[in-house]
């Protein structure tokens, strides 16, 4: 999920973009998904995935959230306790 601001600066055509519903604290609201070429995250990288399209509360101090399209090529640890995360990707990424 981005944000509209990153999305303008990425030059995504949204205007016939399909619409799919998201389920926020107060509504559900019908939003812009795209796909995207590649998304690299401090090298991980995974490509043709597609992205919503949201205003995000200033207050998280994020442009971005990684959704499932991107975390089902992935390998997650999370280690609570030891507040670690450890993301790689998946031997047996689709």
Aim: charged share 20%.
């Amino acid at each position: 999920m981005i944000t509209p601001d990153i999305a303008r600066r990425l030059a995504l055509e949204l205007e016939d973009a399909r619409r799919i519903p998201i389920v926020t604290a107060s509504q559900v609201e019908f939003v812009p998904l795209t796909p995207l070429a590649r998304v690299d995250i401090y090298g991980l990288v995974v490509e043709r995935i597609e992205a919503a399209i949201l205003d995000l509360p200033p207050a998280l101090g994020v442009e971005g959230l990684l959704g499932m399209s991107f975390l089902k090529h992935c390998h997650l640890v999370l280690d609570v306790p030891k507040r670690v995360l450890e993301l790689s990707l998946s031997q047996s990424s689709p």
